[in-house]
């Protein structure tokens, strides 16, 4: 989310004095709704014991499904003017913190992951994440002007850097499914532990 805190500081020393147009609105909605489902799947990660993984597969799925929608809806916008990016300032300063959030939470959680045989799917998940919020980033660049698209362009490996290095932590050598853990399911921390 560092693409977005440095994008906020290019946005905050724009001077002011604009309507806000539709084409900023649709960036808007879509970053809010992003943001929505951020905190929805992060509750859900903090939440998860190891037994209930649909929610947390729903809620994986409607980020994922959110980013998706979001890079074609702001594709499908037109160029928005510097001042205009202005306006963004206030909608992007809550989804970074939301995106680290998610980011750490996910990491935290690795023991329970690793318990419950998840390692390999929360690691695709995560890289995936990474491949669908560039598309979005880079949707999002193609629509500012281009004072702003060059310092914007050279974040956008930091960016998804983050969810990189989240899934690099959930590669094999990384984290380690438990033994029985695909095979038993719920109880597979006891099951594992019992067979050492
Ligand atoms: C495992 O984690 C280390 C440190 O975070 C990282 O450098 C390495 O690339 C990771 N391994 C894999 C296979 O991604
Ligand atoms: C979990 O496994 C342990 C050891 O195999 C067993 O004693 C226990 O009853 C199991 N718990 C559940 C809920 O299946």
Do not use: Y
Not at 50 to 77: C, H, R, V, W, Y
Not at 82 to 94: K, S, V, Y
Not at 166 to 193: D, K, M
């Amino acid at each position: 989310m560092k693409f977005l805190l440095i994008l906020s500081f290019v946005t905050l020393s724009v001077s002011a004095g604009f309507l806000v147009r539709r084409d900023v609105q649709t960036i808007q909605t879509v970053i809010q709704g992003i943001g929505t489902k951020l905190t929805k799947l992060d509750a859900s990660i903090k939440a998860f014991d190891g037994k209930d993984f649909n929610t947390l597969a729903t809620d994986a799925l409607g980020l994922s499904d959110m980013l998706k929608q979001g890079t074609q809806k702001i594709q499908a916008s037109q160029p928005i003017t510097i001042n205009e990016a202005l306006t963004l300032q206030q909608t992007l300063a809550p989804i970074q913190d939301q995106g680290n959030t998610l980011v750490a939470d996910i990491v935290a959680k690795k023991p329970t992951f690793e318990a419950a045989g998840l390692c390999d799917v929360i690691g695709s998940q995560t890289k995936d994440f990474g491949a669908t919020a560039q598309a979005l980033v880079d949707a999002t660049v193609s629509k500012l002007p281009a004072a702003i698209q060059g310092i914007a362009q050279g974040q956008v490996g930091t960016f998804t850097a983050s969810f990189d290095q989240t899934a690099a932590a959930f590669a094999p050598g990384n984290c380690t499914n438990a033994v029985a853990a695909q095979a038993t399911g719920s109880n597979a921390t006891a099951s594992a532990l019992s067979k050492m």
